[in-house]
C-alpha cells in the first residue's frame, strides 16, 4: 500500500524468502558457494545451522533455484514432523517417483533404482530437510541410512540438513556420532554486521526500485534498526516493513528514529546487544577439497547476480514488474 508512496516497484521487506533480494554477505555467500560445490560434488551430507531469522530458508531457495536451473532433482521437506514411513513417502512423492505399494522395502527400492538412473546419466538428487533440530531421531536414522545410497565415486543421494543452534547440540550427542562422521560439511550463519546491515537495507530498496537519493531511511534511522534487530534479517525486515507503514500514515518518506522505534514498541521488540561476530562464517568440512573443475562462477549462484561492493549501474538494472 505504500510502494507508490515510496516510489518502489516491488516490497522491499516482504517476510517471504523471495532470491530476487538475496543479499550475500560473505558469510551467505561462502555458505551457499560451498553447500552448491559440495552437492555437484557428491560428497552427501551437508548440515547449516544458524540462530532464528539469520536468512537459512532464503539461502535455501536460492540454493533451490540454482539447482533446478541445472535440472537437479530435489525433494524439499519443509514439515519435519513425520514418521519415518511418512518421511520416506513424502520425499519419493516429492521426486516424482510413481505410487507403488508405499511399504518400506518397495519405497527404498524404487528410491535406490531411481538414483542410479539418474547417476548413470550423469545427474544427481538432492533431499533437503529444513527444520531439522525438530526431526525425531528415528527420521534422522532413516536420513543417515539414505546417505548409504553409494557408487565407488560418490553418494547418490546429497542431504541437507538446516536446523537452528539447538541441531548441533543434537549432532554432537553420543545418539548421533553415526550420523556426525558422515557429514561432509558444516557451516553456520552468522548475524549482521552493523555495516551489513546497513548495506542490506540499502541493497533491498534498491531493489526494490528505490532511487538512491534521497535515502528513505535516515543514518540514525538505521542505527536504530540494527539495535533493535540485532542484525537478524528477518527482524531487520519486519521492523523495516512497519516503519514503512507508519512513514506512509504520517504522510513523511524520510524515515525517523522515532518511527523505526514507534515500530518496534508495536512489535514489543526491545533493544538487544548484537550477537558477537568477529567471524563471517564457521566451516567444518570432513573433506577440504570440493572438485571444482566444472563449476560456474559463484556470481551465478543465485537470482541476485551483483555482488555487494561491485560497480553497479542504476540505468542498467531492470526490476521486474510485480507477479514476476
Same mark, same amino acid.
Given at each position: ?15 517471504s ?37 539469520t ?43 510413481p ?36 526431526? $525425531?531421531s +528415528?527420521?534422522?536414522?532413516? !536420513?543417515?541410512?539414505?546417505? &548409504?545410497l %553409494? ?30 562422521q558422515?557429514?561432509?560439511?558444516r557451516?553456520?550463519?552468522k ?16 531493489r ?14 538505521l542505527?536504530?534498526v ?29 524515515i ?25 562464517? $564457521?566451516? +567444518?568440512?570432513?573433506e577440504? !577439497?570440493?572438485?571444482?573443475t &566444472?563449476? %560456474?562462477p ?18 542498467s538494472?531492470?526490476?521486474?514488474e510485480?507477479?514476476?
Open positions: 500500500m505504500y510502494k507508490s508512496f515510496f516510489n518502489l516497484q516491488l516490497n522491499p521487506f516482504e517476510i524468502p523471495d532470491p530476487h533480494f538475496f543479499y550475500p554477505t560473505p558469510c551467505h555467500y561462502e555458505a551457499i558457494a560451498n553447500l552448491y560445490h559440495a552437492i555437484q560434488g557428491r560428497k552427501g551430507l551437508v548440515v547449516i545451522t544458524g540462530e532464528v531469522g536468512g537459512k530458508t532464503l539461502l535455501v531457495r536460492c540454493l533451490l533455484e540454482k539447482l533446478g536451473n541445472d535440472r537437479v532433482q530435489c525433494a524439499y521437506v519443509f514439515n519435519p514432523i513425520l514418521g519415518p514411513l511418512e518421511f520416506l513417502r513424502y520425499v519419493t512423492a516429492d521426486l516424482g517417483l505410487a507403488g505399494r508405499n511399504d518400506k522395502g518397495d519405497l527404498l527400492q524404487r528410491l535406490n533404482s531411481f538414483l542410479i538412473q539418474r547417476h548413470n546419466q550423469g545427474q544427481t538428487a538432492v533431499l533437503i530437510l529444513d527444520e531439522a533440530h525438530l526431526l $525425531s +528415528e527420521v534422522l536414522e532413516e !536420513s543417515r541410512l539414505l546417505s &548409504n %553409494e557408487t565407488a565415486r560418490g553418494k547418490l543421494l546429497q542431504i541437507a540438513l538446516v536446523g537452528q543452534p539447538e541441531f548441533d547440540e543434537k549432532l554432537d550427542s553420543s545418539e548421533m556420532r553415526q550420523l556426525k558422515r557429514i561432509a560439511l557451516c553456520t550463519l548475524p549482521l554486521k552493523w555495516e551489513e546491515t546497513r548495506a542490506y537495507i540499502q541493497w533491498r530498496l534498491k526494490a526500485g528505490a532511487s538512491a537519493t534521497p535515502s528513505i531511511f535516515t543514518a540514525d534511522s542505527r536504530v540494527y539495535e533493535y534487530s540485532r542484525g537478524l534479517p528477518r527482524l531487520i525486515n519486519t521492523i523495516c516493513e512497519n516503519a514503512l507503514i507508519s512513514g506512509f500514515a504520517a504522510g513523511t518518506r524520510s525517523s528514529p522515532y518511527l523505526v522505534e514507534e515500530a518496534c514498541a508495536d512489535l514489543r521488540i526491545t533493544p538487544g546487544t548484537p550477537v558477537s561476530n568477529d567471524e563471517e562464517a $564457521s566451516f +567444518e568440512t570432513v577440504k !577439497s570440493v572438485d571444482q &566444472n563449476c %560456474e559463484l556470481d551465478a549462484l543465485v537470482g541476485s547476480k551483483e555482488r555487494p561492493g561491485q560497480q553497479h549501474n542504476e540505468e538494472e531492470q526490476v521486474p510485480e507477479g514476476q
